[in-house]
């Protein structure tokens, strides 16, 4: 459309100011993180996905810079650059261009992102829920009625891998999956009983390891093989995870019990208020019994501030696409006529700003708001 | 009749080939003398007018629907437009220009097979080295299409644009998408191709814009340059 009408751009500037009183009322700074950034960090953190979605350019000193594909990681490098202790609780929020190259539905290049970002919170499931609470309270304030509200743990799901017996290597490696559905199903079953059924190309190298360090032959094979180190892994790392997997091939089996646990936590899909039942049916560990108390304090903490967790969809599997999250996440769809369509989500990450460069560690929640999907959507 | 394009290779092996097998089919190009040398009459099909370009421009005129036919490769033909997209169809693969879309890894990777292999290494190799394993190549599209299916998340591109195969020995990347027709250049780059590391296996094919594609002349084109069974 080349951009909007005098009439568009009004309303659409109507709209989000309602969104940003909401925000700035509950007492978070309103800022103005760049539009350019250093490309990166996105580029870094989220691989090439959304590089491919991001615009990126050299500038004229040859560093790679980009258009903000998002507005979260723009506002934690202000936040390390404005903040004398990173550590320290912020409240901040903003409204501004995001640019990606479209992909789906309703997703222009150019859109209006609205957002919140709160770091270091001293209560993190009174955050959650106040951060759930503004997001519903901005979209009301410009008119939405209707919509519907999906709750995921992310937290959960790792508690349940850490109760579950078996090697560390095994948990990274699901924890790793859980993004990809396919291939967490194929990971589970290779730790079950028929792990060992497929040969590789390099199944000849573990089955000499029996005999021999994993050092001794990968330097034995280069060597015989004339082969140069190149690649950029050392031959410790080469070698570390040849062994790794000659482990993997001796390690007691994945009780497919505790296998059909986690797939069967992951069927879950229940209203938010229904799941207590569920979950204590479960038979579960040290840290599951703590993550379902965050879960049930959340709850509460929701109910007090006058949401109904009644209207709230839990679904065990939802996080997936949503990389950075590491426990309570959320969206929320509006139904049109071309089906659900997703105006605003979030939840918490609390490694990126350490991945960032933070010196400390801080915890963050923050939400986000697509204002011209919403703007379709109200129309 | 409207005139219609059909491109084909203006030079190397791809323009030999193609030329015999037109030839082979009873279709003659006639280029006038005078002409700038670039463009031709396809004698035997009615109104269609023949235009010389590089395998590559042809993928994106078709994709841009500037001409109605092209004779190209499969890899730049699925690099330049997505099939999901139906921008282009296939009328007929050609007997000629076979080769495959490879991803592979230094052969001294010894415990790295498979893309799940690769997938399990770009985490580690990030959490070690602080930054992303390199992906060198010139198939931008079909690299990020075939890492997306395999859930491979974890890399970054370096757009390479000739001897990609050396990126690994020179240390500008650490994984290569190229196309191989023997695999005798992967070897004396001491490359391996994965178990499961075959994007694309690739010829030369027949291909039209939706155009190109509605017009009654594609039946006839195809007819004409299908390999015999």
């Known amino acids: ?379 | 009749m409207k005139t219609l394009t059909l491109a084909i290779p203006s030079k190397g092996r791809l323009m030999e080939q193609t030329a015999e097998t037109l030839e082979a089919a009873g279709l003659r190009i006639e280029r006038p003398s005078t002409d700038r040398g670039y463009r031709g009459l396809l004698k035997g099909i009615e109104d269609i007018e023949v235009a010389f370009l590089s395998a590559a421009e042809i993928a994106q005129n078709l994709r841009e629907g500037k001409i109605d036919f092209g004779i190209t490769g499969a890899d730049l033909l699925w690099e330049k437009s997505a099939p999901q997209e139906n921008l282009v169809s296939v009328l007929a693969p050609l007997d000629f220009g076979f080769a495959n879309v490879v991803v592979a890894v230094p052969e001294c990777w010894l415990d790295v097979a498979s893309m799940a292999d690769l997938d399990e290494v770009s985490e580690s190799f990030y959490a070690r080295h602080g930054r992303r394993l390199r992906v060198a190549t010139k198939y931008l599209n079909l690299t990020r299409r075939f890492f997306a299916e395999r859930g491979v998340t974890g890399y970054r591109i370096v757009e390479s644009l000739g001897a990609t195969e050396g990126a690994p020995v020179a240390g500008t990347a650490e994984v290569i998408v190229d196309i191989t027709t023997t695999g005798s250049t992967l070897a004396a780059n001491h490359l391996k191709v994965l178990d499961d590391g075959i994007i694309l296996r690739s010829s030369a094919v027949l291909a039209a814009s939706p155009a190109g594609l509605a017009d009654p002349r594609a039946v006839v084109l195809q007819k004409n340059l299908k390999k015999p069974k």
């Open chain 1, 1 to 379: 459309m080349a951009g909007k009408s005098k009439a568009e751009r009004e309303a659409l500037e109507r709209q989000n100011a309602a969104i940003m009183a909401v925000f700035e009322r509950a007492g978070f700074d309103y800022i103005a993180p760049d539009i350019i950034q250093p490309a990166d960090i996105f580029l870094e953190r989220s691989g090439e996905d959304i590089r491919a979605r991001t615009f990126v350019f050299t500038d004229p000193s040859g560093a790679e810079m980009c258009l903000r594909p998002d507005l979260t990681v723009p506002a934690c490098r202000y936040h390390l650059s404005h903040a004398e202790m990173p550590d320290a609780e912020a409240r901040y929020c903003y409204l501004g261009p995001a640019f990606r190259f479209p992909n789906e539905h309703l997703s222009p290049q150019e859109f209006m992102q609205a957002g919140l970002e709160w770091f270091a919170a001293p209560d993190a499931a009174a955050a959650e829920a106040r951060v759930l609470k503004l997001t519903i309270s901005a979209l009301e304030a410009t008119g939405l009625t209707k919509f519907r509200v999906t709750l995921g743990d992310l937290g959960l799901f790792s508690a349940l891998i850490e109760d579950t017996h078996m090697p560390v290597r095994w948990r990274n490696r699901l924890k790793h999956h859980f993004w990809r559905p396919h291939a967490f199903r194929e990971v589970l079953e290779s730790f079950t009983s028929s792990r060992n059924a497929r040969r590789t190309s390099i199944s000849g190298h573990i089955d000499k390891l029996a005999s021999k360090a994993a050092i001794e032959l990968v330097a034995l094979e280069m060597e015989q093989r004339n082969l140069p180190l190149v690649g950029g892994r050392s031959l410790e790392e080469i070698a570390a995870r040849l062994a790794d997997k000659a482990a993997d091939r001796s390690e007691a089996a994945l009780d497919q019990r505790k296998a059909d646990a986690i797939t069967g936590y992951l069927d879950i899909v229940e209203r938010a208020d229904n799941l207590e039942g569920q979950l204590n049916r479960m038979d579960s560990g040290r840290n599951f019994n703590e993550a379902r108390k965050h879960f049930q304090k959340r709850l509460a903490e929701m109910e007090e501030l006058g949401l109904n967790p009644k209207r709230f969809e839990f679904k065990a599997t939802f996080g997936r696409e949503l990389e950075y999250y590491t426990g309570f996440v959320f969206q929320i769809e509006v139904e049109t006529s071309e089906g659900f369509v997703s105006v605003a989500g979030g939840g918490r990450y609390d490694n990126l700003l350490s991945d960032m460069g933070s010196p400390a560690p801080v915890s963050a929640v923050g939400c986000a708001i697509h204002t011209e999907r919403l703007k379709a959507v109200l129309a």
